[in-house]
């Protein structure tokens, strides 16, 4: 066995600059020139890039057991404490056997009807001709599609004071995984002081949020929470219900909301696509006839989805540490190595995608995938994600009503560059053009 072979051959640190300043570059050529995995030769620990499907099922899948998630997720749990995405070993599996049944797709059905009407009453308040910057109209539409689903209530200032801590909660995550060096907590910067202040407020919106639900029995009210307190003490588990209610926040929201963002910026570009998709809702019919759960069916509209989040996956890359020494095909990974399994590379691996750059929703017609891990949208192994069911039924919802509404045309060029850390964020404004359909 022997060891990765390491890319560039630099100097580390001049690695590490070309690293940050493009990371999804350095990968792609790294890739390209010595396949995977390979070594990215940084300075700030042992990295490996993983672009092979088989080895990105090994480490995520059949062989998960000798990893744990990266040392970043130290940062993410000073939001989200010890919740289903920043929890490890046994802890993580009984609380991911508890949950799992709640976004079962016939849990999940209860919530639809109001996410339905979330972005319809948003369609309504947008004009015909209307300019849209994405990346802020799709991270308020999420976040209140998101709040509605896990903590319906109907005080607004419960609603708009989460609002504000989710977004800087992961302002805050991201921004303490960029910095070389992190102060404690306990020095009173200005934002660690933010910082703190937003973790005792949620805390107690969550806690009041929770009251007020025990108060009226609560029953009848259709979301996250109330499914979590049929299975855990209101009293006695209440760190876990806040630490779980926050984690599907933040792991729901970005996501979600980048996700719409890339899809109907490739849709203005891609006006033959738009009327296709046109003619499948089209023939939906009106809002009451309509089944939700036949959503998932709608073929076209699926394609889109899967498509958009192929050429740009919210979530680009997943990172674990080895426990101990393993093997991947001809090479030895040492304990402590943190594999990058990028999905964004494997999502434009040519060996596995005809035309890797083009968007073509024809692809997904009839799935016929070389390898099952090749695509990874919402990871792989016993960690993937929780929420995906719900994430589609959203997309497809809100995609529906776009489509029927509007036509869409681009303000913004059609390559735009990312700002990846840990989604992949676009590094300019995409804004699109809104016009009614008659
Ligand atoms: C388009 C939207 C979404 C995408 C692309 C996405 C992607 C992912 C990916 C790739 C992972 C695996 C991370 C890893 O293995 O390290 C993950 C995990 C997770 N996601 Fe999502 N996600 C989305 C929406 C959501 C939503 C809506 C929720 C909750 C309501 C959610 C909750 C979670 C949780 C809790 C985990 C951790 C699961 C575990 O470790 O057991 N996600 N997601």
């Not at 890739?31 to 990105?56: C, H």
């Not at 099922?57 to 010890?82: C, F």
């Not at 307190?229 to 909301?257: C, M, N, P, Y």
């Not at 735009?416 to 804004?431: A, E, K």
Request: charged residues 25%; contains cysteine; neutral net charge.
């Amino acid at each position: 066995m022997k060891p990765p072979k390491a890319f560039p051959e630099n100097s580390k640190f001049q690695n590490l600059k070309k690293f940050q300043a493009s990371p999804i570059l350095y990968m792609k050529e790294a890739a390209r020139t010595y396949g995977s995995p390979v070594d990215l030769n940084l300075p700030i620990g042992k990295f490996a890039l993983i672009s092979d499907p088989e080895q990105a099922q090994h480490v995520l899948a059949s062989n998960h057991e000798n990893y744990t998630k990266s040392n970043g997720y130290k940062q993410v749990a000073l939001v989200l404490g010890n919740g289903l995405l920043t929890s490890e070993g046994e802890e993580w599996h009984r609380n991911r056997k508890m949950l799992q049944p709640s976004f079962h797709k016939n849990e999940l059905r209860k919530l639809l009807p109001a996410v339905w009407e979330t972005g319809s009453q948003y369609l309504s308040t947008l004009a015909d001709n209307q300019a849209l910057r994405l990346d802020t109209e799709m991270n308020g539409l999420t976040l209140t599609i998101l709040l509605n689903s896990l903590i319906h209530s109907s005080d607004e200032e419960i609603l708009s004071k989460m609002s504000g801590h989710v977004n800087f909660g992961q302002e805050f995550i991201v921004n303490r995984i960029r910095s070389p060096f992190k102060w404690p907590l306990w020095i009173p910067t200005k934002n660690h002081r933010h910082y703190h202040a937003m973790m005792t407020d949620s805390n107690d919106l969550i806690q009041r949020t929770i009251e007020e639900r025990t108060s009226i029995g609560g029953k009848d009210i259709e979301d996250l929470l109330s499914v979590l307190l049929t299975k855990l003490d209101a009293k006695k588990d209440f760190i876990q219900i806040r630490d779980e209610i926050l984690t599907f926040l933040v792991a729901g929201h970005e996501t979600s909301s980048l996700g719409m963002t890339w899809m109907l910026h490739l849709l203005a570009h891609h006006p033959e696509i738009q009327n296709r998709l046109f003619e499948e809702v089209n023939e939906l019919g009106d809002y009451e006839s309509l089944d939700l759960m036949n959503f998932a069916n709608l073929k076209y509209t699926g394609q889109v989805i899967k498509e958009s989040m192929r050429l740009y996956p919210p979530i680009w890359n997943v990172v674990r540490k080895a426990k101990a020494q393993d093997r991947l095909g001809e090479f030895e990974i040492e304990e402590g190595y943190q594999l990058m399994n990028s999905i964004y590379e494997l999502h434009h691996h040519p060996d596995y995608w005809e035309n890797p750059a083009l968007f073509d929703p024809d692809r997904f017609e009839t799935y016929n995938f070389k390898h099952k891990f090749q695509y990874l949208p919402f990871g792989g192994g016993p960690r993937f994600c929780i929420g995906n069911n719900f994430a589609l039924f959203e997309m497809t919802i809100l995609l529906v009503q776009f489509v029927r509404t509007f036509k869409l045309k681009p303000l913004s060029p059609k390559e735009i560059g990312f700002n990846p850390l840990l989604t992949l964020r676009p590094n300019q404004l995409v804004n699109i053009q809104l016009t009614k359909r008659t």
